[in-house]
């Protein structure tokens, strides 16, 4: 037996000599996926600046805190921040959060009180409304009429993001009309059947998606995912079936969404779907990240869910080889369609709040009045057009170049070197699109284009914070209603059970809370 | 080892030797099935579903790791981390455990109360995280170390362990002169190697496995983050269980199954390679009689 | 106030006064107490310099205001937690699988000890035991994603119990499954490395007990009754108390992993409530309160068990 310090000489000369082999033999780099940019066109894209005008250098660095959610971080010389600098004027120092880690990260960051300057904020949580409402951030709501680029922003979205009526800064945009259908429309040609208008004729073709074999090589195919981590599928289902965006006001009072006629309708369809084999038999225990494996492997037919999903799905199916590279860049196979009707004729498509969290400046970063100026001045020079588009898209001339009409065309993949930057993109509706966009990318961005006309929202965002029953316990009362929708579909419960269950949401809290959003309408009106 | 060799013993050896077997593959498989996807492709592994060779094997998802800046350099943390923090730990506690070890030590059942107590009772994350910011720690290296240095459990067992040291031993080494200090080293530590192994491995494990110190106190200091952190936040976003990011994929495309499976068993290795280094240390020891009741 | 007897000492007690016998004590033993120093300077800095978060759960902690700004409840948050519906149904299901893991899966890496020691030839015990181990280092991630393709309708599992002309088993969705299979997934992922402890311990028997025994005719069965398990009782007795601290505290990510809405009711355990209510809904203090409360059950236990230990003749962890 040979002594110790052999022993480990070899191990380490081994583990030396394995990962050089893997260096030399990984060759080149993998392709990388692009960061791929979401697109939203409420408004024409203003016109780009060719010339910028000359911004004084002020000698203020503007901290920032962002999100990174692979942990690879932008070089602090990379162009894009440098360009940022050079049209704001500022010096800027970037930091940066583990999506990850994001919730714990913050309650130590509001526990020390060390924030930057300016942070971006992915949600309207509990801890992050106690931590604004105790000081945290800055409390902008009589600033933000001062700054022009700031007072444009939309105010639907303002007032959602909006705690107990005060703005603690601008939102984080996200298209409202996101949410799609996604569809395998090579298994509509095969079987010969037209794109769904109706709910009926929608339901028709999940089932033959299921039964009829759309798939020219055959192999077990059914119509759509769930899981019962999430079941985003099933609430939009009940949305265009007739139903409200989660609250609906009746006579000045707030009232749930399962109260609607319109809900049992659409639980009475999942079930259906489930008995036929429509959905997969073990969606309520499919862990939540594995929604897509069967979609992606192409076994499934549909998914509703978010329209760029279909973005998604094509890529993964040329990854595993069901598409090559020329019918995805072609449009082929995968494409996205908006809501179908309901048997009232209506179209109702699921809005989303318009956000993804705000970004805030915080009370220890900017302690004084005049580093809040200084603060707001950086947060209006870089929400306009060049701003939003750089923090997106990386530095312009050098990741991308301005393609005319709106659109901008890669130069060189901006990848996960972006990570962070694109975080504290505001302003969405100023971000440019790709150019030489294929039809399935067209598609995208019509569904969401027309989404905005017949959209549902939900009114109790700009009052959620008002209610301290709803922040703290929306979580545990939504799923309360999930799990008896999902027990219902499977039948394990009936109506009744149904009903028992409502009853439970009622005494846990739910009452509570319809009882203070109430109040709080009452109060704004 | 002599053993008899009864017929009954003979059958017993098969059907034993069979069960650990199975239990060995049992326990295995997962893991052969998670390093087989680190080499496939992402189409064999949507397509096959379940294999444990891959038919076409690849390399992109290691390249991928190696391409970065951030993956090596954090395994190369989580491995100082693991032998700094376990030499501290092992200083720390096996000193501890030994002078508590000994009935006669003034004050030592108050001192073994508070002990207990913490492993039970804590501040919790928020006022750790204050006193770590006040010992000037945040961003440093030490601190994914000392606030979690001595694990109670750890004391406690290996406290034990020595108090089971029959007393002769060491009174033989007194009688001729030697101090407490050199009793330790000489005869107590020399005796305990399979504990000391033990809680070694204990420690590095826990080491290699922890995230926490680092997400808490390691803000914005990106050049030290530990492996685990990394990891997690990679699976997390493959499984969709970050709260916020779940359902705002824009920007994120979730890793590709390679590539994850990949980072696992970069992440598992080096710790798996440990043990079998120290194995040695589990053979029957040199200690005169049982280890006593 | 403890008696300090020194065995190596030749004074005579009764006659001397404690502090004097102290201070002879410290003077004799200034290395071991120098010895201490260490480690009562790491629980003093960062074991209870923090312990004031305990009173966090009689506020309302605003996370921002600190402690010192926000206001005092008292007792509201357990008096709130106690009338709490979820509570009955919580508690039953942390004690249950509690339990279960204390009589099936704390046993299972002494039995795998055990048939380990049993093996004779060197190579295979060492590579099964590095095999073995191996669970311990995968996420509950991966585990519950795993277990998810193997028990599903479809899956493996089920296609063998159709082959012996079984119905399918819902394994993921039943309510009488799911506590089977969280104790048989923590056995598969802990046991093999909980077998390190016990090997540890079964270095240290002397193989000429063994050999004595041969001599004497014992069977391998006897061998093993009157050494081998007498060798790990102590360490079995102590890992046992101190496993009643956590009595209370099952992992969270396991049981929040294989959760869904078809198994709630015996899936909802106090980890993964405090998750909800805590760190998703912002309820910090509430969280700290039921966290202080399961310290405050286990404490009980352990100090009681530690009592009974004593009985039996054992150390215990004093």
């Known amino acids: ?525 | 080892m002599i053993r008899n060799d009864t017929a009954a013993s003979r059958i017993f050896d098969v059907f034993n030797t069979i069960f650990l077997i199975l239990f060995a593959v049992v326990t295995l498989i997962p893991f052969m099935y998670i390093i087989a996807g680190s080499f496939a492709s992402q189409a064999e592994i949507i397509e096959r579903g379940f294999f444990l060779i891959p038919r076409e094997p690849r390399l992109e998802a290691y390249a991928y790791i190696f391409s970065s800046r951030l993956l090596p350099r954090a395994m190369l943390i989580s491995i100082a981390v693991a032998v700094v923090g376990t030499a501290t730990s092992m200083l720390i506690t096996t000193t501890f455990a030994y002078s508590l070890s000994k009935k006669y030590l003034a004050g030592r059942n108050v001192m073994l109360t508070m002990i207990i107590f913490t492993m039970l009772f804590s501040g919790g994350m928020v006022p750790t995280f204050l006193v770590v910011r006040a010992l000037g720690l945040l961003d440093n290296f030490w601190a994914m170390i000392l606030p979690g240095a001595v694990s109670v459990w750890n004391l406690i067992v290996l406290k034990n362990f020595f108090q089971s040291i029959p007393v002769e031993i060491e009174d033989s080494a007194r009688i001729d002169g030697a101090s407490d200090w050199t009793v330790f080293v000489k005869i107590v530590l020399p005796s305990s190697t399979a504990a000391i192994a033990t809680f070694s491995l204990f420690y590095a494990v826990g080491y290699w496995n922890q995230f926490q110190p680092a997400l808490l106190f390691i803000p914005s200091n990106t050049e030290i983050w530990p492996l685990q952190l990394v990891l997690r936040n990679i699976v997390m976003m493959a499984a969709g269980t970050i709260q916020d990011a779940v359902f705002d994929p824009e920007f994120v495309q979730p890793p590709a199954d390679s590539i994850r499976n990949a980072v696992i068993v970069f992440g598992t290795m080096p710790i798996l390679m440990v043990y079998p280094f120290i194995q040695k240390h589990f053979t029957k020891g040199v200690m005169v009689g049982a280890i006593k009741g | 106030m403890e008696t300090i007897i020194d065995k190596n000492s030749c004074f005579d007690i009764q006659k001397t006064p404690v502090f004097a016998r102290v201070w002879q004590q410290l003077r004799r033993h200034y290395l071991l107490y120098l010895m201490c120093i260490p480690g009562i300077l790491y629980f003093i800095l960062f074991r209870y310099g923090p312990m004031w978060g305990i009173l966090f759960a009689f506020q309302d902690y605003n996370i921002f205001k600190g402690f010192w700004e926000s206001e005092w409840v008292g007792l509201a948050h357990f008096i709130r937690f106690f009338n709490s519906p979820a509570f009955s149904v919580l508690m039953v299901n942390t004690l249950v699988i509690s339990l279960l893991n204390i009589v099936f899966a704390f046993p299972a890496p002494i039995i795998l000890a055990l048939l380990l020691n049993e093996v004779r030839l060197a190579w295979f015990k060492r590579s099964i035991q590095t095999l073995i181990y191996i669970p311990h280092f995968i996420s509950w991630v991966i585990v519950a994603s795993m277990t998810f393709m193997l028990l599903n309708g479809g899956g493996p599992v089920n296609s063998l119990l159709a082959i012996f002309g079984f119905d399918t088993v819902p394994f993921l969705t039943s309510i009488d499954t799911f506590r089977p299979m969280i104790v048989l997934q923590g056995i598969w992922r802990g046991a093999g490395f909980g077998t390190i402890i016990f090997l540890a311990a079964l270095a240290g028997v002397n193989v000429e007990l063994y050999e004595a025994s041969i001599v004497d005719g014992a069977s391998r069965l006897k061998q093993c009754w009157y050494i081998t398990l007498p060798a790990l009782r102590s360490v079995i007795i102590l890992l046992l108390i101190l496993q009643m601290g956590s009595i209370l505290e099952t992992g969270f990510d396991q049981l929040f992993l294989m959760g869904n809405a078809a198994n709630r009711s015996v899936s909802d355990v106090l980890a993964v409530f405090v998750f909800r209510e805590g760190v998703v809904g912002g309820n910090f203090s509430y969280t700290t309160a039921i966290g202080l409360f399961q310290s405050i059950i286990g404490l009980i236990f352990v100090l009681g068990a530690d009592r009974l230990a004593k009985r039996v003749g054992e150390f215990g962890i004093f």
């Open chain 1, 1 to 525: 037996m040979q002594n110790n310090t052999t022993k480990v000489i070899i191990g380490i000369v081994v583990v030396l000599v394995v990962a050089l082999g893997i260096w030399f033999l990984a060759g080149r780099q993998p392709v990388e996926e692009a960061a791929i940019q979401e697109q939203e066109q409420a408004a024409a894209p203003a016109a780009p600046r060719e010339v910028t005008p000359p911004v004084e250098e002020v000698d203020y660095t503007i901290t920032i805190l962002t999100v990174s959610h692979t942990g690879e971080i932008i070089a602090p010389d990379h162009p894009a921040i440098l360009q940022i600098e050079e049209h704001t004027g500022y010096n800027t120092e970037w930091e940066f959060v583990l999506g990850a880690n994001f919730a714990e990260q913050m309650n130590m960051r509001f526990a020390a009180g060390n924030l930057p300057g300016i942070v971006a904020l992915t949600g309207i949580s509990g801890p992050i409304v106690s931590a604004a409402l105790g000081g945290a951030f800055w409390d902008l709501t009589d600033h933000i009429p001062q700054w022009p680029n700031l007072a444009d922003a939309n105010p639907t979205i303002m007032n959602n993001i909006s705690i107990q009526g005060r703005s603690f800064g601008v939102y984080r945009q996200r298209p409202i009309g996101r949410n799609g259908i996604v569809i395998r429309t090579d298994w509509l040609d095969y079987l010969g059947i037209d794109k769904p208008e109706t709910l009926d004729e929608f339901y028709e073709m999940l089932y033959a998606f299921t039964v009829n074999n759309p798939q020219p090589n055959g192999g077990d195919t059914y119509g759509m995912t769930w899981t019962g981590g999430f079941m985003g599928a099933f609430h939009q289902l009940a949305v265009m079936h007739g139903a409200p965006n989660r609250w609906e006001i009746l006579n000045e009072k707030f009232v749930p969404w399962f109260e609607h006629e319109a809900f049992a309708e659409a639980m009475d369809r999942a079930r259906w779907m489930f008995d036929n084999g429509i959905i997969n038999p073990d969606f309520a225990a499919l862990p939540t990240g594995d929604l897509r494996v069967d979609l992606y492997a192409g076994r499934v037919g549909v998914e509703i869910g978010v329209s760029d999903e279909a973005r998604r799905t094509a890529n993964a199916l040329r990854d595993a080889g069901f598409m090559t590279q020329e019918e995805l860049d072609a449009g082929e196979m995968v494409w996205v369609m908006g809501p179908v009707a309901n048997a009232q004729g209506e179209r109702r498509s699921m809005a989303l709040s318009g956000h993804a969290g705000f970004v805030a400046i915080s009370t220890s970063g900017a302690p004084t009045e005049e580093s809040l100026q200084h603060h707001l001045n950086f947060m209006n020079m870089i929400n306009d057009p060049i701003g939003q588009n750089i923090v997106s898209w990386g530095a312009r001339d050098h990741n991308w170049e301005y393609a005319g009409n709106g659109t901008v065309r890669i130069i060189e993949q901006p990848t996960n070197l972006l990570e962070g930057l694109n975080q504290i993109m505001m302003r969405q509706n100023f971000v440019y699109t790709q150019a030489d966009a294929n039809s399935r990318e067209n598609a995208i961005i019509e569904v969401q284009r027309a989404n905005l006309d017949i959209a549902i929202h939900d009114p109790s965002l700009p009052f959620a914070a008002l209610s301290d029953t709803w922040t703290a316990n929306q979580v545990s009362l939504n799923q309360i209603i999930d799990d008896a929708v999902i027990n219902y579909t499977m039948g394990h419960i009936d109506m009744d059970g149904f009903r028992q269950e409502v009853e439970r949401w009622y005494t846990e809290g739910g009452q509570n809370a319809i009882d203070e959003l109430s109040a709080a309408l009452a109060a704004a009106r």
